[in-house]
């Protein structure tokens, strides 16, 4: 198995149905975040390669094409049995190279699982419309059809999860399909590719791919790639979004996110507590969902935040396949200096620190970075504009749910948003008057099942159909009318 192997060997990529070496391709680490060590190399490709994949692609995707939707779908329902049997070992892979916690890792397989489920009902979503005599003898119908070789760049906080996002149903509609994982996690993917191809994918319709900025750049530009799936931070996102659409591709790219949980003075505080520490030190921070601005209404804060700090402080962190182990670390040394750095912003600029997670480093040569907690927090301090993607909380007290609501819609990110509280007014007018795309009421995570849309606006979004849902179909097809008179 390419992906189990425990000695540190060099991955390949998998092209028109075949594991191949990346001859001349730089290679790079991956390291176990919990240790430090290095367990695998990652190759990246060049143009040239790049190039290649995507003419073997096209190739394989005027053959899937023909093949009618009912059979397509067969693949997913095999692929599916493989990833619900395997998912105790996919998840302790994730685990290996991202650092979540086992039950976490397993968490995010079983959403990646979900995606397969949805896209194993194509044969409906991906009916058109019809109508009769739309004028004297004339009928209608509208069809979708594919559009050609559709990419993928996938972040490193969901490499089972994200991924598929894009691919099952890319492929279930008759595209062929190129991914580009992120290069610190290509680990899970691998192990996932290989399944999909066990399940008996014809060669040539998914391809794997690894790389940097000169892969990608040429996904963004190769003629033959009609549109680009994107999941990472805002300025790369941005990017994406403006090089490949000025190359004629159709592109969905999500950004990055700054999320407000807002607590009413009614709400059910051991409830809510219990959803804001898994919103904000869940994944270790590392997603674009997490609860990172605690936003206390009028005389909330004082017992909210003792409960908060009482049950945070017992918070344990620790390597994630270790049983109990309630946070793992961050996924790699350069990425921990950031969070940190953050934290010494938050110091720098005024704001109170309840609890400093720069503690939890346990001298093990891993990541680790603990829950952090800073109060008195302005809107005008960076730890409440920006993205810093880790476990630290900015909480910011306001009077009154109006100022909570013009707190929140200030911001330039619109991904997710939550309010806890008892009455039901109080909600309905946040999740109406709020600026995001997704909004939670007494919940932490606002995630959207694979059925619905994952929806950021503003800055975290870019482009026009979001990720999953009905807008995938819309996104990985293209509509044609057909007109029809007989005489």
């Given at each position: 198995m390419i992906a189990t192997d425990t000695t540190v060997r060099t991955l390949k990529f998998y092209v028109n149905g075949r594991w191949e070496d990346a001859e001349g391709s730089a290679v790079h680490p991956v390291t176990n975040p919990a240790t430090g060590e290095v367990i695998a190399r990652v190759p990246y490709a060049t143009a040239a390669q790049v190039d290649l994949v995507a003419r073997l692609a096209h190739a394989a995707f005027l053959n899937w094409r023909e093949v009618p939707v009912?059979?397509?779908?067969?693949?997913?329902?095999?692929?599916?049995?493989?990833?619900?049997?395997?998912?105790?070992?996919?998840?302790?892979?994730?685990?290996?190279?991202?650092?979540?916690?086992?039950?976490?890792?397993?968490?995010?397989?079983?959403?990646?699982?979900?995606?397969?489920?949805?896209?194993?009902?194509?044969?409906?979503?991906?009916?058109?419309?019809?109508?009769?005599?739309?004028s004297r003898g004339i009928d209608s119908v509208s069809i979708r059809q594919p559009l050609g070789v559709c990419a993928g760049i996938s972040p490193f906080n969901f490499p089972a999860m994200v991924p598929m996002w894009m691919y099952p149903f890319a492929i279930a509609c008759g595209n062929a399909f190129i991914l580009k994982p992120s290069e610190k996690v290509p680990l899970t993917p691998t192990r996932t590719a290989e399944l999909l191809h066990d399940a008996g994918l014809p060669e040539g319709v998914f391809n794997?791919?690894?790389?940097?900025?000169?892969?990608?750049?040429?996904?963004?530009?190769?003629?033959?790639?009609?549109?680009?799936?994107?999941?990472?931070?805002t300025p790369v996102a941005k990017y994406i979004y403006e090089t490949a659409a000025k190359h004629g591709k159709r592109v969905q790219a999500l950004g990055g996110a700054k999320n407000h949980l807002v607590v009413m003075p009614d709400a059910n505080?051991?409830?809510?507590?219990?959803?804001?520490?898994?919103?904000?030190?869940?994944?270790?921070?590392?997603?674009?969902?997490?609860?990172?601005?605690?936003?206390?209404?009028?005389?909330?804060?004082?017992?909210?935040?003792?409960?908060?700090?009482?049950?945070?402080?017992?918070l344990r962190v620790?390597?994630?396949?270790e049983p109990g182990v309630e946070m793992g670390p961050l996924v790699t040394d350069d990425h921990h200096k950031k969070v940190c750095?953050?934290?010494?912003?938050?110091?720098?600029?005024?704001?109170?620190?309840?609890?400093?997670?720069?503690?939890?480093?346990?001298?093990?040569?891993?990541?680790?970075?603990?829950?952090?907690?800073?109060?008195?927090?302005t809107p005008q301090m960076s730890i409440a504009k920006e993205e810093i993607f880790?476990?630290?909380?900015?909480?910011?007290?306001?009077?009154?749910?109006?100022?909570?609501?013009?707190?929140?819609?200030?911001?330039?990110?619109?991904?997710?948003?939550?309010?806890?509280t008892s009455d039901g007014k109080a909600a309905r007018d946040y999740a109406s008057k709020i600026e995001c795309g997704m909004v939670g009421v007494n919940i932490g995570v606002a995630a959207p099942m694979a059925f619905f849309p994952f929806s950021g606006w503003k800055n975290s979004f870019f482009g026009d159909l979001h990720a999953h849902g009905k807008d995938a179909i819309a996104f990985y097809t293209e509509q044609k009318v057909v007109m029809t008179r007989w005489f």
């Open positions: 009912v059979d397509r779908v067969q693949v997913f329902y095999r692929y599916k049995t493989l990833l619900e049997k395997h998912v105790e070992e996919v998840a302790r892979i994730l685990s290996s190279e991202n650092g979540k916690t086992l039950d976490d890792a397993k968490a995010s397989v079983r959403r990646a699982i979900q995606m397969v489920e949805v896209a194993c009902g194509m044969p409906s979503l991906m009916m058109g419309e019809s109508l009769e005599n739309v794997l791919i690894h790389g940097d900025k000169v892969a990608v750049d040429a996904l963004l530009e190769h003629p033959l790639v009609r549109a680009i799936s994107f999941v990472g931070s505080l051991e409830k809510s507590v219990e959803a804001i520490m898994s919103s904000a030190f869940g994944a270790a921070g590392e997603r674009c969902l997490a609860g990172s601005v605690l936003v206390a209404v009028g005389d909330v804060a004082e017992p909210l935040l003792d409960l908060l700090l009482a049950k945070t402080t017992a620790g390597d994630g396949l750095g953050y934290i010494e912003k938050g110091v720098a600029e005024g704001a109170k620190p309840l609890c400093d997670g720069r503690e939890a480093a346990n001298g093990s040569g891993g990541f680790f970075l603990g829950p952090t907690i800073f109060d008195y927090v880790g476990p630290v909380l900015s909480v910011i007290r306001v009077e009154n749910l109006d100022d909570a609501i013009g707190l929140v819609n200030s911001s330039r990110f619109g991904n997710t948003t939550s309010i806890f």
